[in-house]
T-cell receptor
Framework: KAGVTQTPRYLIKTRGQQVTLSCSPI?????VSWYQQTPGQGLQFLFE???????NKGNFPGRFSGRQFSNSRSEMNVSTLELGDSALYLC??????????????FGPGTRLTVL | GQQVMQIPQYQHVQEGEDFTTYCNSS?????IQWYKQRPGGHPVFLIQ?????EVKKQKRLTFQFGEAKKNSSLHITATQTTDVGTYFC???????????FGRGTSLIVHP
């Protein structure tokens, strides 16, 4: 099976702009989670989507949003970018059906730099 | 909310020395997962522990889950340069779909 793919891999934006990142999960995986990774804060959970519904949400401002499509592909959007949004954004998919956690399979990430 | 603390933050070792990272949760966990992230890479799942007092081995890696299911450790025997990376623990509570990650321990192995 192909792994989790994320596009783009690298992105440079300026403050105030918005950005959309894309994630394609492993075939058959219905749960997609997004994480922000920075050297200072480690891996921070943004949100999780399951069957096109946001099921869990981390402690991030409303500028961070996401969605999931019927084919389980997911996008996350960050509006009004700030310098502090520079980070590696990781997407992870898992095979969660009726409940309970499963292994998180991470994609290679999108490296976002905000200037 | 649930917190997962991981120590140490960094560990320098000479090749051949042992290494241990510790993970402690503020709440009882249903299970705990361990991941490894190589420099420039993404986290990769290593193992999941579910039972109280469980010990699992993967070659030179030994994973333990505490009796109270609130702590865990990863021990590497005779480190090699290929062990370099950041090791994360991730704890889950009952009914939770999303693991809470520790801050990770970065292992640096000097040849």
């Amino acid at each position: 099976k192909a792994g989790v793919t994320q596009t783009p891999r690298y992105l440079i934006k300026t403050r105030g702009q918005q950005v959309t990142l894309s994630c394609s999960p492993i075939s058959g995986h219905r749960s997609v989670s997004w994480y922000q990774q920075t050297p200072g804060q480690g891996l921070q959970f943004l949100f999780e989507y399951f069957s096109e519904t946001q099921r869990n949400k981390g402690n991030f401002p409303g500028r961070f949003s996401g969605r999931q499509f019927s084919n389980s592909r997911s996008e996350m959007n960050v509006s009004t970018l700030e310098l502090g949004d520079s980070a590696l954004y990781l997407c992870a998919s898992s095979l969660v059906s009726s409940g309970g956690a499963d292994t998180q399979y991470f994609g290679p990430g999108t490296r976002l730099t905000v200037l | 909310g649930q917190q997962v603390m991981q120590i140490p933050q960094y560990q320098h070792v000479q090749e051949g020395e042992d290494f241990t990272t510790y993970c402690n949760s503020s709440t009882t966990l249903s299970n705990i997962q361990w991941y490894k992230q190589r420099p420039g890479g993404h986290p990769v799942f290593l193992i999941q522990l579910v039972k109280s007092g469980e010990v699992k081995k993967q070659k030179r890696l030994t994973f333990q889950f505490g009796e109270a299911k609130k702590n865990s450790s990863l021990h590497i025997t005779a480190t090699q340069t290929t062990d370099v990376g950041t090791y994360f623990c991730a704890g889950l509570t009952g009914g939770s779909y999303i693991p809470t990650f520790g801050r990770g321990t970065s292992l640096i192995v000097h040849p």
